[in-house]
């Protein structure tokens, strides 16, 4: 276990992320202090039901008072505007980090709030369900997953080891890249399978020919793994799009002229050019479940009893 202790962290959003971190740095007493704000009284009067913090803000501004580490974990739309928000009351020598989905935008939005004293280091913990609100964080959600940090090219070294070791301690594996790649990365293994669920799932639910209970009585034959990813966030999906526009567009392109290989491979009756895509991608399940990011059992561990049809 890495030795790291924050005197006070405030975490500014407490969803899903925020919340999974507020947990996570209880159960591993990695702050004395953890103090909290969110944007409706709603989410306040939950974290604090939840025992989230130490203590609770109705002010952004007011939670970030005297803290050594600041995490904010809103929409990627929002970050620019809290980042303005929170700045006032930055302690010096801060560090303050993110968790959006995106980072180009991210650091686009928030660097020119960051005063010059403040150690800006942007991540993003790559760990997530389809859940939100503070009610769907836990304590294990970043264990063996990768968080992947983003600092600028003059971060402070000394300053990135400390986000490092505070993700480290959360259970998470850490790797650095810059804001670029990091959105090319995330294109294909994330933003482009989620938009690509919303959009089968949208096209199954607009089908005349086939009934929304046929829909739903046949799903496990394939379509109920998309429905997963097509259930998350609306809001949070809504910003990814907007602000990794570029990566995502030259991703889709790729995806499009794919797909119509795989189309004319169909319809001209191509069955080896099938047969050898589907060779590949099957060795790609087969690398990730070697590296330990997903279970070999069958139908993803699900129980037999849920595969029962209603
Ligand atoms: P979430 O559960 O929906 O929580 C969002 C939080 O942000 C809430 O505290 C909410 O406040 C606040 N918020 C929403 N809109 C806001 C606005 N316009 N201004 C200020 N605050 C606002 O979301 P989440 O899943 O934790 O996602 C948070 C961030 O983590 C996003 O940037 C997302 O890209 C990133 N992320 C998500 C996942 C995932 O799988 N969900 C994984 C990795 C990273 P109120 O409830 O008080 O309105």
Same mark, same amino acid.
């Given at each position: 276990?890495?030795?790291?202790?924050?005197?006070?962290?405030?975490?500014?959003?407490?969803?899903?992320?925020?919340?999974?971190? #507020?947990?996570?740095?209880?159960?591993?007493?990695?702050?004395?202090?953890?103090?909290?704000?969110?944007?409706?009284?709603?989410?306040?009067?939950?974290?604090? $039901?939840?025992?989230?913090?130490?203590?609770?803000?109705?002010?952004?501004?007011?939670? *970030?008072?005297?803290?050594?580490?600041?995490? *904010?974990? *809103?929409?990627?739309?929002?970050?620019?505007?809290?980042?303005? +928000?929170?700045?006032?009351?930055?302690?010096?020598?801060?560090?303050?980090?993110?968790?959006?989905?995106?980072?180009?935008?991210?650091? #686009?939005?928030? #660097?020119?709030?960051?005063?010059?004293?403040?150690?800006?280091?942007?991540?993003?913990?790559?760990?997530?369900?389809?859940?939100?609100?503070?009610?769907? =964080?836990?304590?294990?959600?970043?264990? =063996?997953?990768?968080?992947?940090?983003?600092?600028?090219?003059?971060?402070?070294?000394? /300053?990135?080891?400390?986000?490092?070791?505070?993700?480290?301690?959360?259970?998470?594996?850490? +790797?650095?890249?810059?804001?670029?790649?990091?959105?090319?990365?995330?294109? !294909?293994?994330?933003?482009?399978?989620?938009? !690509?669920?919303?959009?089968?799932?949208?096209?199954?639910?607009?089908?005349?020919? *086939?009934?929304?209970?046929?829909?739903?009585?046949?799903?496990?034959?394939?379509?109920?793994?998309?429905? @997963?990813?097509?259930?998350?966030?609306?809001?949070?999906?809504?910003?990814?799009?907007?602000?990794?526009? $570029?990566?995502?567009?030259?991703?889709?392109?790729?995806?499009? +002229?794919?797909?119509?290989?795989? &189309?004319? /491979?169909?319809?001209?009756?191509?069955?080896?050019?099938?047969?050898?895509?589907?060779?590949?991608?099957?060795?790609? @399940?087969?690398?990730?479940? $070697?590296?330990? &990011?997903?279970?070999? $059992?069958?139908?993803?561990?699900?129980?037999?009893?849920?595969?029962?049809?209603?």
């Amino acid at each position: 276990m890495n030795d790291v202790h924050f005197k006070k962290i405030a975490l500014i959003g407490i969803g899903l992320i925020g919340s999974s971190i #507020a947990h996570a740095v209880k159960a591993r007493g990695l702050a004395d202090e953890v103090a909290i704000s969110t944007r409706s009284p709603a989410t306040l009067k939950r974290a604090g $039901e939840l025992g989230l913090g130490t203590s609770y803000h109705d002010r952004a501004v007011d939670a *970030v008072r005297d803290a050594d580490l600041v995490i *904010v974990s *809103v929409p990627v739309g929002a970050s620019g505007a809290v980042a303005a +928000e929170i700045a006032p009351g930055l302690k010096p020598g801060a560090i303050v980090s993110d968790v959006g989905s995106t980072k180009s935008s991210v650091v #686009a939005q928030m #660097a020119p709030h960051m005063p010059a004293e403040v150690h800006f280091i942007p991540g993003h913990p790559v760990a997530g369900t389809e859940h939100s609100g503070p009610d769907a =964080g836990f304590a294990t959600l970043f264990e =063996g997953r990768w968080t992947i940090l983003t600092p600028l090219p003059d971060a402070d070294p000394a /300053a990135v080891a400390r986000l490092r070791a505070f993700w480290e301690a959360v259970g998470s594996k850490v +790797e650095e890249m810059d804001a670029a790649h990091h959105d090319k990365v995330l294109a !294909i293994v994330s933003h482009l399978p989620h938009i !690509i669920a919303y959009n089968i799932v949208g096209t199954a639910e607009d089908l005349e020919t *086939v009934t929304e209970s046929e829909v739903i009585k046949y799903s496990a034959s394939g379509f109920r793994d998309f429905t @997963r990813l097509a259930a998350s966030d609306p809001v949070m999906w809504r910003d990814v799009c907007l602000h990794n526009k $570029e990566a995502i567009l030259e991703m889709l392109a790729r995806f499009s +002229e794919d797909l119509a290989y795989l &189309q004319r /491979a169909i319809r001209w009756g191509e069955g080896d050019k099938l047969f050898d895509l589907f060779t590949r991608t099957r060795a790609i @399940r087969r690398s990730i479940i $070697e590296a330990g &990011q997903d279970t070999a $059992e069958p139908d993803f561990g699900r129980h037999a009893a849920e595969q029962k049809p209603a």
